[in-house]
C-alpha cells in the first residue's frame, strides 16, 4: 500500500502516454467516472493543449476562454487555479485553454532560467525571460521549473479524494510538469508492437525527470486499451505483464459505448447505455483506492 499524496491532500496521478491513438483521454475520464461512482470526490485537469479532455467533459466553450486559464497558473499566478474549476456532476474540472500552446515554450525557458540558477555561467537570465510571456527571473527560484502546476495545487481550498491529470501526447516540459505534481503514473497503451518503444520512452523520460529533480514516479497501473482477439494483442499483453511485473494490467476491449460517452460529454457511468467494460474500469477504482489507502469503510453506501 502506498500513502496518499499527503496526509490532508488529494490523491494525486496523470494519466501519460506520448504515443498518440491510445485512447488515453477516454481512459481517463472514465477511471474519473468509475471513482466518481464510488463516492469520490474528483478534480480532473487538462494539461493537454489540444483539449481533448475539455471537449470530453462538455466544456467546448471553455477552451476558448478569457485568461486566466490553466496557462496562466502554470506560469503566472499558481493561486489563479481555483479561479479556473468547472463543476461537473461527475468531477469537477480544470480545462485546458488556447493559451496552452504555449506552454511548452514558457516551461522550457522557465527550467533554463533555474539551470542558470544553479549551475551559474555567463548567460544573461533577463535576456532568457525576454523570450517569454509571463515568466521572470524572480518568480524562478529552485533548482528547476517542473513544480509549477504541484505549487498552483497547493493553493486549492476544495476538498478532493483525487486529483487526476491528463497528460499532453507529449514528452516535454508540460508533461514532466503533470508527472512531477502527480508522482503517480497511470499508463494507457494500445495492444500493438510500437507500444513497445513508447513505453520504453515513457521510462526514460521518468528516469530524467527524476535526476533532474526530487521526485520519485510510481507506476500504477497499465490498462491495455483497445484489446482484440489477434495474436498481437495476446503477445502485447504478456510484454505488458512482463515489463510491469509489479503492475496490474487492466484488459479494456473496443467498445463503441465508450466512444458515444465521450461525444456526449461524460464518461459511460453518467449514461443510461449499458457496457460490459464498465466493470474493467470499476477494477481499476477499487484497486486505486486499495494503492492509495482508501479504506472499504470509506466507500459511501
Same mark, same amino acid.
Given at each position: 500500500?502506498?500513502?496518499?499524496?499527503?496526509?490532508?491532500?488529494?490523491?494525486?496521478?496523470?494519466?501519460?502516454?506520448?504515443?498518440?491513438?491510445?485512447?488515453?483521454?477516454?481512459?481517463?475520464?472514465?477511471?474519473?467516472?468509475?471513482?466518481?461512482?464510488?463516492?469520490?470526490?474528483?478534480?480532473?485537469?487538462?494539461?493537454?493543449?489540444?483539449?481533448?479532455?475539455? =471537449?470530453?467533459?462538455?466544456?467546448?466553450?471553455?477552451?476558448?476562454?478569457?485568461?486566466?486559464?490553466?496557462?496562466?497558473?502554470?506560469?503566472?499566478?499558481?493561486?489563479?487555479?481555483?479561479?479556473?474549476?468547472?463543476?461537473?456532476?461527475?468531477?469537477?474540472?480544470?480545462?485546458?485553454?488556447?493559451?496552452?500552446? $504555449?506552454? =511548452?515554450?514558457?516551461?522550457?525557458?522557465?527550467?533554463?532560467?533555474?539551470?542558470?540558477?544553479?549551475?551559474?555561467?555567463?548567460?544573461?537570465?533577463?535576456?532568457?525571460?525576454?523570450?517569454?510571456?509571463?515568466?521572470?527571473?524572480?518568480?524562478?527560484?529552485?533548482?528547476?521549473?517542473?513544480?509549477?502546476?504541484?505549487?498552483?495545487?497547493?493553493?486549492?481550498?476544495?476538498?478532493?479524494?483525487?486529483?487526476?491529470?491528463?497528460?499532453?501526447?507529449?514528452?516535454?516540459?508540460?508533461?514532466?510538469?503533470?508527472?512531477?505534481?502527480? $508522482?503517480?503514473?497511470?499508463?494507457?497503451?494500445?495492444? =500493438?508492437?510500437?507500444?513497445?518503444?513508447?513505453?520504453?520512452?515513457?521510462?526514460?523520460?521518468?528516469?530524467?525527470?527524476?535526476?533532474?529533480?526530487?521526485?520519485?514516479?510510481?507506476?500504477?497501473?497499465?490498462?491495455?486499451?483497445?484489446?482484440?482477439?489477434?495474436?498481437?494483442?495476446?503477445?502485447?499483453? =504478456?510484454?505488458?505483464?512482463?515489463?510491469?511485473?509489479?503492475?496490474?494490467?487492466?484488459?479494456?476491449?473496443?467498445?463503441?459505448?465508450?466512444?458515444?460517452?465521450?461525444?456526449?460529454?461524460?464518461?459511460?457511468?453518467?449514461?443510461?447505455?449499458?457496457?460490459?467494460?464498465?466493470?474493467?474500469?470499476?477494477?481499476?477504482?477499487?484497486?486505486?483506492?486499495?494503492?492509495?489507502?482508501?479504506?472499504?469503510?470509506?466507500?459511501?453506501?
Amino acid at each position: 500500500m502506498m500513502n496518499r499524496q499527503s496526509k490532508t491532500g488529494p490523491a494525486r496521478f496523470c494519466v501519460t502516454n506520448a504515443k498518440g491513438g491510445t485512447g488515453k483521454t477516454t481512459v481517463a475520464i472514465n477511471v474519473a467516472g468509475a471513482l466518481n461512482d464510488r463516492g469520490r470526490d474528483v478534480l480532473f485537469i487538462d494539461l493537454d493543449p489540444q483539449g481533448n479532455a475539455t =471537449e470530453g467533459v462538455g466544456l467546448v466553450e471553455a477552451y476558448d476562454a478569457d485568461p486566466p486559464t490553466l496557462f496562466d497558473a502554470l506560469t503566472g499566478d499558481p493561486s489563479a487555479l481555483g479561479e479556473l474549476i468547472c463543476e461537473g456532476e461527475e468531477m469537477d474540472v480544470i480545462p485546458s485553454s488556447i493559451d496552452m500552446l $504555449q506552454a =511548452e515554450h514558457e516551461l522550457t525557458i522557465a527550467d533554463l532560467i533555474a539551470r542558470v540558477n544553479t549551475q551559474g555561467g555567463d548567460i544573461d537570465q533577463a535576456a532568457l525571460a525576454s523570450f517569454a510571456i509571463n515568466i521572470t527571473p524572480e518568480m524562478v527560484t529552485g533548482s528547476h521549473a517542473l513544480d509549477t502546476l504541484d505549487r498552483a495545487l497547493s493553493t486549492l481550498d476544495a476538498d478532493y479524494d483525487y486529483v487526476i491529470i491528463d497528460c499532453p501526447p507529449f514528452y516535454g516540459k508540460l508533461t514532466d510538469t503533470g508527472m512531477y505534481a502527480a $508522482q503517480n503514473v497511470l499508463i494507457p497503451a494500445l495492444t =500493438e508492437a510500437t507500444s513497445e518503444r513508447a513505453i520504453e520512452l515513457l521510462m526514460d523520460q521518468m528516469a530524467a525527470m527524476e535526476r533532474q529533480t526530487d521526485a520519485s514516479i510510481n507506476t500504477l497501473g497499465v490498462v491495455a486499451n483497445r484489446v482484440e482477439t489477434t495474436s498481437e494483442d495476446e503477445t502485447m499483453l =504478456e510484454w505488458f505483464n512482463m515489463a510491469f511485473p509489479d503492475s496490474p494490467v487492466w484488459e479494456v476491449r473496443k467498445r463503441v459505448a465508450l466512444q458515444r460517452a465521450f461525444s456526449a460529454g461524460q464518461s459511460i457511468f453518467a449514461t443510461e447505455e449499458s457496457c460490459d467494460m464498465a466493470a474493467v474500469f470499476e477494477d481499476i477504482a477499487a484497486e486505486l483506492d486499495e494503492q492509495f489507502g482508501f479504506t472499504d469503510t470509506e466507500v459511501p453506501a
